[in-house]
């Protein structure tokens, strides 16, 4: 159960990075400065695969409408994928992820809507950001070098996700370790150390809590390693790079009322001092937010 006691005794051996600062830059004109506020990243699905059935879009046409709709709501950045990271859900193959990706970031590109591509693929990554996308949400490792320098090439940004296998498709068991905190910071450090050395000047670092490690599959052990996970989120500051999280769902849990789930967990990401929240309930959780800045 969490309490105010694991607070206080978080806060008591890490406190001194609760003061760390993190890089703020520009965008495509837009400024990300987390000493301002958190930010928001709404999804948009082209997979049928994908379980957040709200979030899927099965044409460019319902895609487009979707990412200014969630714009609308408070969206900084729209995130489109095509590929589920469900382990029983279809493999996509480059070709087909640039068919159904191409048409919808250059649609919203123009719309001057700041477009997040999900993918571990260097084909697909190049395609999109030619048709102007303005982030690479980097879900695998096994590219990541020629990711890396894409991004540079062409101006971007890029979301690191952390991830235990070649890329999200191919994980197996999570190995967490004492303090997993401290796994994700030695890995993170080594990324961008990768990235910045190619030319990347625009990052921000993801747990990648929503991906499907085998050994998390029991509710409480998974929503109680990605509880601790946010809470621990500002001992990732002394990187000098804003975090990112996947805000997940709990089914278990809140059962018909999935989703409110976000809502939920946006409260201890914020808490960690998560700069950026990927939701795709982002109506919802521009309340959280508003309501947090508040108090």
Known sequence: MLKLEYLHELVDKHGGDLAAVVASFELKGCVFDSKVRPYTMGVVNLSADSWYRESVCLSADTAIRRGKRLREEGADLIDVGAESTLPHAQRVDAGQQMS??????????????????????????????????????????????????????????????????????????????????????????????????????RIWIDPGMGFYYKNLQDSSERVHYQLTTFLNTFRLRKLGWP?????????????????????????????????????????????????????
């Open 100 to 201: 159904a990706l191409v048409p919808v970031v250059k649609a919203l590109s123009e719309e001057g809507i700041l477009v997040s591509v999900e993918t571990y693929q260097p084909k697909v990554t190049e395609a999109c950001l030619r048709a102007g996308a303005a982030v690479l949400n980097l879900t695998g490792v096994a590219e990541a070098e020629n990711l890396y320098r894409l991004v540079a090439d062409h101006d971007a940004g890029v979301i690191i996700c952390y991830v235990q296998g070649a890329n999200v498709r191919e994980v197996s068991a999570i190995k967490l370790g004492v303090d997993h905190t401290q796994t994700l910071l030695d890995y993170f450090s080594r990324q961008i150390e990768l990235a910045t050395k190619l030319g990347v000047k």
């Open 243 to 295: 975090t990112c999280h996947a805000l997940p769902h709990a089914f278990e849990y809140f059962e018909d009322e999935v989703r409110t789930a976000e809502s939920f967990f946006a409260v201890a990401a914020l808490l960690g001092k998560t700069d950026l929240l990927r939701t795709h309930e982002v109506a919802k959780v521009m309340g959280v937010i508003r309501s947090m800045q508040n108090n």
